[in-house]
């Protein structure tokens, strides 16, 4: 097997930008082929993705974080997006896919990114469950009990109890309603697994993995009457409830970390150097991680993805003083000065918009019409400032957070907005 390395957003090497292979590399999740506008000759290229893919029977191609981006504190990133209901409800399975229908890639570049992304996701999603309650139904239990509840099983009940004379006990089967079902045992299972990964990490000095390691216990301590014996094939039987719309979610991942382990947790504590297929979006991510510091800060001034006529801005800062339209994009390049026109045709588009005018309460046409809204480009930095929002003042009159004009452009900035790094130790 031959592995090709590259980081995310570079092209890619030669022996994969063939212009006669073109159909084959036509539906991949990791790069594209583009056409520049001048019309020279296309070339691919990747996404603003990372993960490893199959590109042919025998060749793979793994895509790493950007230089200087390797120590980001993944679960610290990751565990930020639950704290607001859109990172849940939108559910991480629109930032990230894994694909376990086809051969694992012999590479362990992108180990320590994939296991905690399962684990973080997985403790988020049951939390969530835990919070509302877990699902209740009735289980078959058998046993020997002093008076007849539901169905004697009358060969087992000669055997262990009227042969060697205790008429004291019957032995019956029974529904008992109990949060044991088979989806909660599936999940305890799968818990039992991320405790042993959120060790390892724990043993990495890996400082977010505190905070994992308390969300953890508290799920466990919720699912301490679940047992964690069940077969795959139980779960297969179980019907979707839509007022646990959670659990669908839950089940799926836990078959994820089960089949990642082979189901078998001694297998957790071992590195193994295959990874499978899967892809991280991190633009969507680095915008759900921004999202979860903002609405944490700023409660319901914060507007997420607003409906308007020119598309969907990522953030609208709603305030009488300061209104503000802010937008992600995951390019560092921003921190040099530089920036892309299409983000500002983007953003002025925006400015521009009476429905986005209307949300920031600019309701009279007059205001509507002089009003010059300030657009703000957030873009990531790896290491920054220790960026501290109190909720009180607009994001950019904050104390040590470095906002500059851009360029020309009247009203606009852009904010460097630091990721989490190993090293920083928490969120």
């Not at 000759?41 to 990747?46: K, M, Q």
């Not at 960026?387 to 460097?416: N, W």
């Amino acid at each position: 097997m031959e592995v090709h390395r590259i980081q995310e957003h570079d092209r890619l090497p030669e022996c994969f930008r063939p212009d006669c292979w073109t159909e084959t590399f036509r539906n991949k999740n990791l790069f594209k082929w583009a056409v520049s506008s001048e019309g020279q000759l296309g070339e691919y290229s990747a996404y603003y993705r990372i993960g490893a893919e199959w590109m042919d029977d025998e060749r793979a191609l793994v895509v790493a974080p950007k230089a200087g981006m390797e120590e980001i504190d993944w679960p610290a990133m990751l565990m930020r997006c639950f704290d607001t209901e859109e990172g849940c409800a939108d559910g991480l399975g629109k930032i990230y896919d894994i694909d376990f229908t086809v051969p694992p890639i012999r590479d362990a570049t992108l180990q320590n990114i994939l296991t905690p992304l399962l684990a973080v996701h997985f403790v988020g999603i049951v939390r969530r469950i835990v919070n509302r309650g877990l699902k209740r139904d009735y289980v078959q239990q058998e046993g020997d009990l002093s008076r007849v509840r539901g169905r004697i099983g009358f060969l087992q009940n000669f055997r262990r109890n009227i042969i060697i004379g205790r008429a004291d006990r019957v032995f019956c089967r029974y529904s008992e309603l109990s949060v044991n079902t088979c989806e909660n045992r599936l999940i305890k299972r799968a818990l039992l697994f991320v405790e042993r990964i959120v060790g390892r990490m724990l043993d990495q000095r890996q400082q977010s993995a505190v905070l994992l390691q308390g969300r953890l216990n508290g799920c466990l301590a919720a699912f301490a009457e679940v047992d964690d014996r069940v077969e795959l094939w139980e779960v297969r039987r179980c019907k979707r409830n839509k007022l646990y719309r959670e659990y669908e979610e839950a089940v799926k991942l836990a078959k994820m970390i089960l089949r990642r382990y082979d189901n078998s947790i001694d297998r957790a504590s071992a590195e193994k150097h295959a990874i499978p297929v899967f892809w991280i979006d991190m633009s969507l991510l680095y915008e759900h991680y921004v999202l979860g510091v903002l609405r944490k800060a700023y409660g319901q001034k914060i507007l997420y993805q607003a409906n308007v006529t020119t598309g969907k801005p990522d953030f609208l800062y709603v305030d009488e003083e300061h209104p503000l339209i802010l937008d992600t994009k995951y390019k560092p390049k921003y921190g040099a000065g530089l920036f892309d026109v299409d983000d500002i045709r983007q953003l002025a588009g925006y400015a521009r918009d009476r429905k986005v005018l209307k949300k920031l309460g600019m309701q009279e046409d007059e205001i509507q019409n002089s009003a010059v809204v300030p657009c703000v480009i957030i873009y990531p930095e790896a290491r920054g400032a220790d960026v501290k929002f109190d909720g009180v003042r607009s994001p950019i009159e904050q104390e040590r957070l470095e906002v500059a004009q851009m360029g020309e452009f009247i009203a606009f900035y852009r904010m460097g907005f630091p990721l989490p790094v190993l090293s920083a130790g928490a969120i």
